[in-house]
């Protein structure tokens, strides 16, 4: 056995006894479809968000289009005349008729100001809107702001949603780019990501993978890979891609990215790491 491989093994045997297990880095850290599940989760929040936010708008508008026509808050409308709904029957000991099928609830009726123009704005208000604010024949300065606030509120969530939206749009659009480079083997882009990821050199992560299987995947039979990596040294729990195939380009990539960051270079690669670093 050459003198490099007793190295690798005794390096191996050293991170199996004193490494910390690592596995949950990749915890945390969504897969593509999770990403995408997530992203469908986000469009249907916002787009509820925008239609509650729409709604909120328009009430607050219709408000201020009320208020301003009484020459602003508070706003006194005189006696509001209020008609509460039919009020249901009184249960009786036998059982009646169900309803036929022409029968329909009273209408919620939208309190009146007497006033034709104001009536027309109090009308456009959702019935129920219409109801709360003017039962008491006034809107006040309260009232007002807290339409405003909803409206607010609502708006921020919208834009926060939005964020989120064009935030996962992107994570999965990425995380696509790398699958296909990946699967054709383009290892200089996925490099660059690893080597930015780590702070450490694209060029000599790149001519470390040059030296130790020329760029082949399926490079090696003892050792296998991109780098070039003793099965058991790969499955060791340093590494947390171990779960994936030894020759997964892109998982070996960054395995190797981590393992120079932590100064673990010269252990896994006597002989290559001080040519490629």
Known sequence: MSLRRIAILIASSALLLFATPTASALAGVPTLPELRAQLRQTRMRLHRAETTMRSARTDLIGVRALVT?????????????????????????????????????????????GDPALDALVAALRPGLAVRLLADGIVTQEEMAGLEARAANWRRLVRRLRRRENALQSRVAERRQIAGWNRRGAWRPLIKIAAKRYHISAGGLYRLMMCESGGRRYAGRTYKGLFQYYPGTWRASWNPWRSLSIYNGWAQIQATALAIRRGMGPGHWPNTYPIAF
């Not at 409308?77 to 009273?106: L, R, W």
């Open 69 to 113: 026509a009484v020459g602003g808050l508070p706003a006194v409308f005189g006696t509001a005349t209020v008609t509460d709904p039919t009020p249901e029957p009184t249960p009786s000991p036998t059982p009646s008729p169900e309803p036929s099928a022409s029968a329909t609830p009273s209408p919620e009726v939208v309190p009146l100001t």
